[in-house]
Every structure is written in structure tokens, then in C-alpha cells.
């Protein structure tokens, strides 16, 4: 194909050259072109004296006859020489020499555009507005296992899964609508199917009004493989997290019930209250670990649920009596972190309030609430309040040295928090505390 298009070139010249006539002066302002043009022109116009002057153009028109050649021949570094006669001769040369110029330029960038797209590890493929395959890279053909003979001008769909063509609305593409890192399937001559992150955007023609698209997939197969190694690896955690909760919640259950055999073998009264109040607060502990077992989420539990079961089983545990509950809790969940002490706090003060709030002297109907509220996005306020016989007005409240009430208050230092202590128409404790709602970009462990 080269060779007869330089064919042509040069028997073009040729026949030029046969009409040659004198040498013409021209204007050195004028392009480079136009000079080219005109003398081509003149060429045809004043061929009566060509023959004349044939001796003499001779070399020159060889000249120009090898330019040509080694353009046609891809070669734009050559020059054609320039006398200084600034004969038509001449100017055919600067005329060539500047287009030599021009080609080598736009040959080299169209060059390097090739290597680059030849050499991506992500597949590349233009269609035009109809969606028929104009251009594909190599990694393209490698992936698929197609030929290009096999790919060009063939529509778009028919490298794509079916269930990934509902995805792309090549209509909706062209209108404007974005298109961007969107999972899919390629579907390879073989059958297989290949998962690929693609984005689709428009591709602008400014000298035409056809537009297309340009299509670029990322083959996505060895990261979908570690995803399920990911998703397998965390399944089997979560299985054992889980079995580690039930674990825990087991050997507190068997602690419990050890302390409750030694406790049929005691009679002295205080000692055995001394046992309960111990295993209400293992059970306090097992509790948030059978929570955990439970939920969807491994690292939180529903505090308020937390919170109903709790109390039940403290009412049993001092037996039910006349006594009113109520119970008002915000749904909110807590990590294992603020789930603990926090139970642990509220065993405390609602044992507190059912062994010292209404002795048998009390008279009227004996009420304990439990209040959480969440004023915030950052604090939580729990608070235990009866309305029993308070605390007593010389006891200071600070200076008690009991466990129950060291527990509290070493348990709201570990919350970071604050507990006070009220003595209005019974007794009112309210622990105040930080709290830090999950962030939008916090993962959690669920099942």
C-alpha cells in the first residue's frame, strides 16, 4: 500500500516536472503552503518552457523526488535542500520540508497514543452513538479471547453478561448520565464470566456530530477473590467471637450456681445476703455476654432489652412483692466497653433500693424506676429512683465505704462519668456519662 501511494507521489512530480519552465522569484513573507501551492500552480500554467530548462532542474527535481519518497516512507526527518535562487524549486522544498515537519510531529503523538493504550493493563473499547465496537486495546482481546477481526463494528452488548446489560443504558450515557467504577460482568468468547469495575464516558468528535463512548474496565477477579477469602476469615470469626460470649456467659452461669449450692449451707443471714448480692452481679456480667451471643452485632448490645432483663431477674431475685417497677429507657445501643459497668452500676442501685428503700415499717405503695435518657449525641443520664424512706440526713454518702457503693463509684470513673446521689422524697442516683454515636464510616462485626 505504501509503495504504490509513493508510486503515485512520484509520478505526480514527474509529470510536473515535464511542464517545468524558468525559475519564478517569490514573496518570503508567503507561507510555506501557499508558496508549495503556487508553485504547483505555475508548474501547470507555464509549461511551454520546460524543456529548456530540463538540464539544469534536473538535480533539484530528483531532490525533491527523494523527499517525497521518504515521506511516503514514513521517514519525515528527511530534507529536502533549499537553494538560494528562491526558484519555484525552492519553495516546493520549504513547502515539503514544513509538512515533513508537521507529519513527523502528529505521527509521533499518534505513535506514543497507540503505544500507551497497547500497553495498559486495563481494558479500553470505543463505540460509536449506536453502540457498535470501534476501537479495543489488547488487554481487551487478551481477557475475552477475542480476535479484532472478531470485535470491530460488532455491538457493544455482546461482550457484556446479560444480567450486567439492564446496568448500562448506553441512551441514558449519551444524555449525560454518570456512569462510574460500577461492578459488572464481562462475558468472554469462552463463556466465562469475568467480574470488571467499569466507568463509561462520553466521547466528544468536535468536527462531527456523531458522538460515542469511551469504555474502561478494571478486571476486578483477584480482588472479588480476596473479598470472599475476607467474608469466609470473618464469618469464621464472628462463629468464634460468638462461642467465646456463649463461653463466658456459661462459666459465670456455673460460678453463680456454685455460689447458690455454698448458700443452701449457710445461715447466717447477713453472709447469705452477702452470696446474693455476688451473684446478682456475676449474672449482671453474663447477662451482656448472652446479650452479645444474641445479637446481629458482635461489638454492641440493645441496652434497653439489656435493661428489662436485668430488672426481672433482680425482682425475682428479692422476690415479688407489692413493689411497683418502672422502667423508661431510650433505645440506644452500648458497646461491651459501657455495657459492664454501666449493668454493673444499675445492679447496684436497684439492690440498694430493694434491700434499704422499704423496710417493713414502710407504709404506702413502694415504687423504683429506672430512667435512660440520651440528651445528646455525646451523653447518656441514667437514673434509679424510689420513692422509699431516702437516705438517712447524718449519712454521708461520699464517705460510705461499702462495696456496693465503691463499686458505683469506681465504676463511674471507668465510664468517665458523674454520679450523684438525691435524697427528695426518697432517694434519686443519676449517672451521667460520655457517649459516642457510631460514625457513619465505622464498620461493625454483625452476623
Sequence with gaps: MKESRTQELVDAVMDLASEWLPKRKLDPE????????????????????????????????????????????????????????????????????????????????RGLLHDIISSMLDTLLVTDEQGQIQLANTALYELLGYKESELLDQPVSMIFAEESLEKIHLPDILQGQAFQNQEVWYQAKSGQKIPVSLSISILHQPHKETKGVVCLAQDITERKRQEEQLKSSLEEKVVLLKEVHHRVKNNMQIVSSLLYLQAEFITDEHILSLFQESQNRIHSLALVHEQLYKSQDLARIDFAVYVESLAAHLWNSYGGNSLQQEIDISPIDLTIELAIPCGLILNELVSNARKHAFPNTYQGQGKVTIRLRTPSESEVILIVEDNGIGIPPDEEVEQTQSLGLTLIRTLAKQLRGNVEFFRDNGTKVVLTFPYQHESPGQKRITT
Design 30 to 109: 508567503e507561507e510555506p503552503h501557499e508558496q508549495a501551492l503556487r508553485a504547483l500552480q505555475e508548474l501547470k500554467k507555464e509549461s511551454s518552457r520546460w524543456r529548456s530548462m530540463r538540464t539544469k532542474t534536473n538535480k533539484k527535481l530528483n531532490e525533491l523526488v527523494d523527499a517525497m519518497v521518504a515521506f511516503a516512507s514514513l521517514d519525515f526527518f528527511h530534507k529536502a535542500p533549499v537553494g538560494t535562487e528562491g526558484d519555484l524549486f525552492d519553495a516546493l522544498a520549504t513547502g515539503l520540508n514544513a509538512l515533513g515537519e508537521e507529519l513527523h510531529s502528529s505521527t509521533v503523538s
